[in-house]
């Protein structure tokens, strides 16, 4: 016992110096990663504010807009509550009708909700493979967006668009086209409330924001509320980057030879 126990400490001792280094070390693949996410930023900050140019983000908006309203129509259903209907609207955004629920729990899960599936789509979009789990669990979400919006069309062809880049994305380059994708909807999701409630809150003030209800019903002001959600989707998302940079350090070539055993295409 005595000599496995050595061993086992020597073993652990050899680890954990690669592990630190490992925690501590970007590799190229995951800095081409972080600099196309950087980019994400700019390119979407700028066309998000650009008059007319900004419609080219129109599809992405619709299906953040989508996820938002997943997040309340969800957390509805988790707080004893019943979605009646989810419909997107391109100049105001969406709407999710529903009865009963838990309403402090229900109004910043839009923003949040969408805060949190673009910091997982953050951290799928390190990885090829981690990215066509994504896109199947997005396809799972899609089905329940769909049942509570089977009544608007534009909610319908939005999401049927989404689902047709994500599988015309799988047979590109045995899905590397996918994961950055997934990565540019990740980065969209995780800030779209950065975005939004800058633009209801602070450019048009917007009488009728999540965080304006919210403020009426529990106190403090809509700037506040929304300044605190802006600050958590922040935080969501770099947990989602540095969750990839630990879980995925494969380079470009040993993420392709893992998705050719992954679900090949």
């Given at each position: 016992m005595p000599a496995l126990y050595t061993a086992i400490e020597?073993?652990?001792?050899?680890?954990?110096?690669?592990?630190?280094?490992?925690?501590?070390t970007v590799n190229h693949t995951q800095a081409v990663t972080l600099g196309v996410i950087a980019v994400y930023v700019v390119v979407i900050a700028l066309l998000w504010n650009i008059p007319y140019v900004r419609w080219s983000l129109w599809p992405f908006k619709m299906l953040v807009i989508a996820f938002h309203e997943f997040g309340h129509a969800i957390t509805a259903c988790c707080t004893g509550g019943k979605v009646k209907s989810i419909s997107l609207d391109p100049h105001e955004g969406g709407v999710t009708h529903m009865q009963g629920g838990i309403s402090a729990v229900t109004l910043p899960a839009g923003y949040l909700g969408s805060s949190i599936i673009g910091a997982l789509l953050i951290f799928a979009g390190f990885d090829i493979v981690a990215s066509k789990v994504a896109?199947?669990?997005?396809?799972?979400?899609?089905?329940?967006?769909?049942?509570?919006?089977?009544?608007?069309?534009?909610?319908?062809?939005?999401?049927?668009?989404?689902?047709?880049?994500?599988?015309?994305?799988?047979f590109i380059a045995h899905g590397e086209a996918l994961?950055?994708?997934?990565?540019?909807?990740?980065?969209?999701?995780?800030?779209?409330?950065?975005?939004?409630?800058?633009?209801?809150?602070i450019l048009r003030k917007v009488n009728s924001s999540d965080a304006s209800v919210f403020a009426r019903r529990y106190g403090g002001s809509s700037q506040c509320w929304g300044v605190i959600w802006s600050i958590v989707s922040l935080l969501f998302m770099v947990v989602g980057i540095i969750g990839g940079i630990a879980a995925f350090p494969q380079s470009f070539s040993q993420q392709q030879t893992d998705s050719k055993n992954f679900i090949p295409t």
């Amino acid at each position: 016992m005595p000599a496995l126990y050595t061993a086992i400490e020597g073993h652990t001792a050899n680890m954990t110096p690669h592990l630190l280094k490992r925690s501590l070390t970007v590799n190229h693949t995951q800095a081409v990663t972080l600099g196309v996410i950087a980019v994400y930023v700019v390119v979407i900050a700028l066309l998000w504010n650009i008059p007319y140019v900004r419609w080219s983000l129109w599809p992405f908006k619709m299906l953040v807009i989508a996820f938002h309203e997943f997040g309340h129509a969800i957390t509805a259903c988790c707080t004893g509550g019943k979605v009646k209907s989810i419909s997107l609207d391109p100049h105001e955004g969406g709407v999710t009708h529903m009865q009963g629920g838990i309403s402090a729990v229900t109004l910043p899960a839009g923003y949040l909700g969408s805060s949190i599936i673009g910091a997982l789509l953050i951290f799928a979009g390190f990885d090829i493979v981690a990215s066509k789990v994504a896109s199947i669990i997005l396809g799972v979400c899609f089905l329940l967006t769909l049942w509570w919006a089977r009544r608007d069309w534009l909610t319908i062809v939005t999401v049927l668009l989404a689902v047709g880049l994500l599988v015309a994305c799988w047979f590109i380059a045995h899905g590397e086209a996918l994961r950055w994708v997934v990565l540019f909807i990740g980065v969209m999701s995780a800030l779209y409330s950065v975005w939004d409630i800058c633009d209801d809150l602070i450019l048009r003030k917007v009488n009728s924001s999540d965080a304006s209800v919210f403020a009426r019903r529990y106190g403090g002001s809509s700037q506040c509320w929304g300044v605190i959600w802006s600050i958590v989707s922040l935080l969501f998302m770099v947990v989602g980057i540095i969750g990839g940079i630990a879980a995925f350090p494969q380079s470009f070539s040993q993420q392709q030879t893992d998705s050719k055993n992954f679900i090949p295409t």
